[in-house]
């Protein structure tokens, strides 16, 4: 089977590309503060794996915004994420 | 694991833009991550009056540091602190900006300015100190690295086991430029992964990351998120009243060891010297513990402990300890440092020949501009780099009989640099200009180790300058044998017949290009 894949089906955007490079850095950030503040274990473990979660959720974030269909579903999966891990860091942060 | 068409071609392009965009920048940080791992070593090399054996027995430190004090009053300085490394004792001030280094030297007995700095510049370009702002940059470069390893992982998942073993040297440039990335990127993944994680917490966390950990988790407050980090205690903040008096820095040191048995000091620091709330910090590694960091902050009037930072005490600094003890290779002593250096080396290849096989793939003829910028650049920043450290090393022993080279070495490292990119543009074959500076930069390395065994007085005794002569000896051979090769290469690019024979070569199928 050919890989090769027409361009247009590909439907590269700037906008989807800035989604997975540069918009992904700040949910990342989201990300790890929300797993420190969220996760039932004790401040240290949860500091730890929060702050050291931060780059390789950027990682996973670009990776998956990277195949998303277009550039408005891109930055709305950024958003459904930022949502959630807002939500947990206000909820953790709350609670304690 | 095979990826649906459509994810493969999105990875497959994005592993090659972020790859040749940040190629040239992490070209530069691995190279010198090789040299940055032999700091001490190199900055030994380059200070002949420190050359000799270091000394069997630890040096006491306050004859030095009371006759530091008589040749340059120490009173009112931020920060003096002695280093005492397995290649001698390093010493330096520091005042607001200034700063002064100094290098224990066994023959005369006393600390002497700092001939070069050698080792901490190369070092410095490690993480692209030296450029403004060029930390970030590094930081940014290290993530760069890690999209590209995974999307790399990604697309050649399906067919990894072959990836890890397939080179065929023999076959046209497109095919073992290709195999050699393949290679060396699979069997140094793991490293690379570990390099461009803990890079880019190094260069961009402490200053991003954390505070806005510090400002949402902690509620902005810092002392709570050090507790929880289980860091050091912090230095007091001075009075600014002068009492004009030294600490007794070996009855200090005494005492740290006493606090924290099998503490072996690597970093003794006396606080804003002479003031009524001066401290000393004695850091070290505890021995027999692996990336067992710790320290005794005292107090530098009375000698009372201020606090003490014990090894691997909370699971922060024991994942810390292992996480930049890795980065740092603070284990396995030689050896690691050795494999360090050869896959940083080996990352070099990958990142080389993956703007090769970008340029060999979309545009084997160069009819597009950007790709002969792509290719001219890459040659020229690359081979340019590699005479460029040369000409450091062969400065530094070509002006040893000056009191100092540091500026110099630095003014022609760049010099040096510039004129190799720039050299790059000139000749119809880019592979022969890269001949030309690779034969010239191993005959530079073998210039500054025949000037340093030439003009050595019993220095060779040293088993570091022995073996600091012995490796840019060998990289001086591999940087000629790889000139040789290119400028043959180069030869036949010129006369075009490798371009031509490649061209009229039957093309390979849709499904091998995918690859």
């Known amino acids: ?96 | 694991m095979k990826l649906p068409p459509r994810s493969f071609q999105i990875y497959w392009d994005a592993h090659a833009w972020v790859g040749v965009i940040a190629a040239l920048l992490l070209h530069v940080m691995f190279f010198m991550g090789a040299f940055a791992l032999f700091r001490p070593e190199l900055n030994r090399w380059a200070n002949p009056a420190a050359m000799s054996a270091p000394a069997a027995a630890p040096v006491a430190l306050q004859p030095l540091l009371t006759r530091l004090n008589q040749e340059q009053p120490l009173i009112g300085k931020d920060r003096v602190a002695f280093l005492p490394e397995p290649t001698g004792l390093r010493a330096y001030w520091v005042a607001g900006a200034e700063q002064h280094e100094f290098r224990y030297a066994p023959g005369a007995g006393r600390l002497l300015p700092l001939h070069s700095d050698l080792g901490t510049f190369l070092y410095s370009m490690h993480y692209l100190g030296p450029i403004p702002q060029g930390i970030y940059l590094a930081g940014v470069s290290a993530l760069g690295l890690l999209l590209a390893l995974v999307t790399g992982l990604f697309i050649h998942w399906k067919d990894l086991t072959r990836q890890w073993f397939q080179f065929r040297p023999d076959r046209g440039t497109r095919t073992w430029s290709s195999d050699m990335h393949k290679v060396l990127g699979v069997f140094g993944l793991p490293y690379q992964l570990m390099y461009g994680w803990t890079g880019a917490v190094l260069s961009l966390s402490f200053l991003t990351v954390q505070p806005a950990f510090v400002a949402s988790v902690f509620h902005g407050d810092a002392s709570a998120a050090a507790v929880a980090r289980g860091q050091g205690p912090e230095p007091p903040e001075p009075s600014h009243r002068l009492s004009a008096t030294l600490p007794d820095l070996d009855a200090l040191v005494a005492r740290a060891v006493r606090e924290l048995p099998g503490l072996k000091p690597n970093w003794i620091g006396i606080e804003y010297v002479g003031d009524e709330r001066s401290s000393v910090s004695v850091y070290g590694e505890i021995a027999g513990l692996p990336f067992g960091s710790a320290g005794v902050l005292l107090n530098a009037a009375d000698g009372a402990v201020l606090g003490v930072a014990r090894p691997l005490a909370g699971v922060f600094q024991r994942f810390e300890a292992w996480f930049f003890g890795l980065h740092y290779a603070h284990f396995g002593g030689y050896a690691s440092k050795l494999l360090y250096a050869l896959l940083a080396f080996a990352t070099c290849a990958v990142l080389v020949t993956g703007n090769l096989v970008w340029l060999e793939r979309r545009d084997l003829r160069r009819a597009h501009l950007g790709n002969r910028l792509l290719e001219r650049l890459t040659v020229g920043w690359c081979a340019g780099l590699l005479l460029a450290t040369s000409s450091v090393f062969l400065v530094n022993r070509a002006l040893q009989r000056l009191p100092e080279t540091g500026g110099t070495e630095q003014a022609v490292f760049w010099l040096v640099w510039a004129a190799g990119v720039g050299a790059a543009w000139l000749g119809r074959s880019s592979r022969r200009v890269a001949g030309v500076e690779l034969l010239l930069a191993g005959t530079t390395l073998a210039l500054a180790v025949a000037i340093d065994l030439v003009t050595s007085s019993g220095g060779l005794h040293d088993p570091i300058r022995r073996a600091v002569n012995a490796a840019l000896a060998l990289l001086g051979a591999a940087s000629c044998a790889g000139g040789v090769r290119a400028s043959a290469a180069g030869t036949r690019q010129g006369s075009g017949r490798g371009r031509l024979a490649q061209a009229a070569a039957p093309r390979p199928g849709r499904a091998a290009r995918a690859r």
């Open chain 1, 1 to 96: 089977m050919s890989r090769v894949v027409p361009r247009e089906l590909l439907n590269h955007s700037t906008s989807r590309t800035l989604a997975a490079l540069l918009g992904s850095l700040p949910v990342a950030l989201l990300v790890g503060i929300a797993l420190a503040a969220a996760l039932p274990v004790p401040l240290e473990q949860r500091y730890l794996i929060g702050s050291y979660s931060v780059v390789p959720s950027w990682v996973a974030l670009a990776c998956w915004v990277l195949l998303a269909p277009s550039a408005r579903r891109a930055w709305g999966a950024l958003g459904l994420v930022s949502s959630v891990a807002a939500l947990l860091s206000l909820v953790g942060l709350g609670l304690r």
